[in-house]
């Protein structure tokens, strides 16, 4: 049963959709986007393997850098914690 109300209430809308012209909207959209995706020139195969290889390793120096800053941040301030804590005798 409710195969066929969900079945009508898409038929419905799909009638509105082609009634109010979003559908020639939208088929007019995908047809100009191919279009343009056409004129595109794609990488070679050798050009996307190079361009992935040095993507990957530009996240893993970056990556690299990144938590070796949070590491010393966080190093650092317990080493100033700790030094302030000494020198009040607490």
């Known amino acids: 049963m ?3 109300i969900w079945a009508v209430v898409v038929g419905g809308v799909f009638a509105w959709l082609w009634r109010a012209g979003h559908l020639a909207r939208l ?5 100009a986007t191919r279009e343009e995706l056409r004129k ?5 195969w050798e050009e996307l393997k190079g361009s ?3 993507v ?3 996240i893993f120096l970056l990556a690299g850098l990144l938590l070796r800053s949070i590491r010393f ?3 650092y ?7 302030s804590c000494k ?3 607490s």
């Open 56 to 58: 990957a390793i530009s």
């Open 40 to 44: 595109c020139t794609w990488p070679t």
């Open 2 to 4: 409710w195969i066929v």
């Open 52 to 54: 992935t290889i040095v």
């Open 27 to 31: 088929t007019a959209y995908v047809q």
């Open 77 to 83: 301030s317990f080493y100033l914690n700790f030094r």
């Open 87 to 89: 020198a009040s005798g």
């Open 73 to 75: 941040s966080f190093a």
